[in-house]
């Protein structure tokens, strides 16, 4: 359904009313469950002894064998198909670490909630087939939401017949249902509520000296000193954070969306801190766009973990995010973090394993993706946004 229609609260609710009934249930972000997937892939990758690339373990014992050259082609066939069948237990494996709890009972249902699912990549296709086929085949129950239906989700046509055993899957276990809305619920609610409560622009003495000032209010409630502090991502990385203070936190839009971070970096942020001031956000142009699809990730992660965000911008919040044809700020952000470490090469294994290229890189990504897609990021994160000054929200 459309953004604001209330996919999200529906299925909140459904896993709230399973609180206390169903032991083994989760619920996920689509960042957050790609960043989990790929963590439990590393982990996986660790314990079975893959540090060694293919050809590396292959002609380490095989090559330098005193004897017949087809009899090294034949163990090298046969060394190499014994990897690839370890490369395809990888994903049902990281699916059964989703769910499966060691210490309890096999018994019982399980259940899996997922928040806007996307397929920006091959690799997220590739991912999420892997795993959801797993869960589906062995009892799980799934609850996703998407603003779009399981058919549209992949209108560019990435790896296509991946993709559709993927949604038959889907189609065959899930009943889908479309919420035909067109009003922005979020919308409706902020009617009614005191407008720009923590969303103060434009860059003006006035609104700086009220950003201070709300900065002051709140370190003083919750006391303590004003530090910095440093906080682990994944993978041994880490984020820091210029000030904070007893689980408030602050920063600059440049400090945040201004560098090469990721929705690892944010879901830290969100998870450690539960006031989040953000100040000199500017009005998103295509200029900008790196920047702009970031900020698109960090509105969706407070979001997500339900932070007070309290803001200093340039423009209206409708006015925010001034895209056009010329680029795409859709949001990219969440593989950002999979180049920067040693386990590239874990993706491009799995991508490899239904012999597909590496062509899921921003680059060529961003080729693919519609002006369409663009308009959801944008509509969704001033959605969302406009929802976060309510008090509703901020209860």
Not at 34 to 42: D, G, P, Y
Not at 174 to 202: F, M
């Amino acid at each position: 359904g459309n953004v604001g229609c209330g996919k999200t609260m529906l299925m909140d609710m459904f896993y709230g009313s399973t609180d206390g009934m169903i032991r083994q249930r989760q619920r996920f972000h689509f960042h957050e469950a790609m960043l989990k997937i790929n963590e439990q892939m590393h982990k996986y990758w660790k314990e079975n002894g893959a540090e060694k690339s293919t050809q590396y373990r292959i002609s380490s014992w095989i090559m330098n064998l005193p004897v017949d050259e087809k009899v090294k082609e034949w163990l090298a066939g046969e060394e190499f198909y014994k990897q690839q069948l370890q490369m395809k237990h990888i994903l049902p494996a990281v699916a059964d670490k989703f769910l499966v709890d060691q210490q309890s009972s096999k018994k019982g249902a399980s259940i899996l909630c997922f928040d806007e699912i996307q397929t920006v990549d091959v690799f997220a296709i590739v991912a999420l087939s892997g795993i959801m086929s797993r869960l589906l085949t062995t009892g799980t129950v799934l609850v996703a939401t998407s603003n779009r239906a399981p058919r549209e989700l992949n209108q560019d046509g990435m790896q296509k017949e991946i993709f559709d055993k993927f949604i038959s899957k889907l189609e065959k276990h899930c009943e889908i249902i479309s919420i035909g809305s067109e009003v922005d619920y979020r919308r409706v609610a902020a009617k009614n509520s005191v407008e720009n409560v923590h969303y103060l622009w434009p860059l003006n003495k006035a609104v700086l000296e009220e950003f201070e000032k709300k900065w002051r209010q709140v370190t003083d409630q919750y006391g303590g000193e004003i530090t910095c502090a440093t906080l682990p991502v994944m993978f041994g990385r880490t984020v820091e954070v210029p000030e904070s203070c007893n689980g408030v936190a602050r920063f600059t839009f440049e400090y945040l969306c201004g560098r090469p971070v990721g929705a690892a970096d944010y879901i830290a942020v969100a998870k450690n801190y539960h006031t989040i001031f953000i100040s000199e956000i500017p009005a998103m142009s295509m200029e900008i766009r790196d920047k702009a699809r970031r900020f698109i990730t960090l509105v969706d992660e407070l979001y997500n973990h339900h932070c007070c965000l309290v803001s200093s911008a340039e423009t209206p919040i409708d006015e925010l995010f001034q895209g056009t044809a010329e680029g795409t700020l859709f949001d990219l952000e969440s593989f950002q973090f999979e180049t920067e470490t040693e386990d590239s090469r874990l993706r491009r294994d799995v991508l490899a394993e239904g012999s597909i290229s590496a062509a899921g890189s921003p680059t060529s990504i961003v080729k693919m993706l519609s002006g369409e897609e663009e308009m959801f990021a944008f509509a969704r994160a001033a959605s969302r946004l406009i929802e976060m000054q309510t008090p509703l929200y901020l209860e």
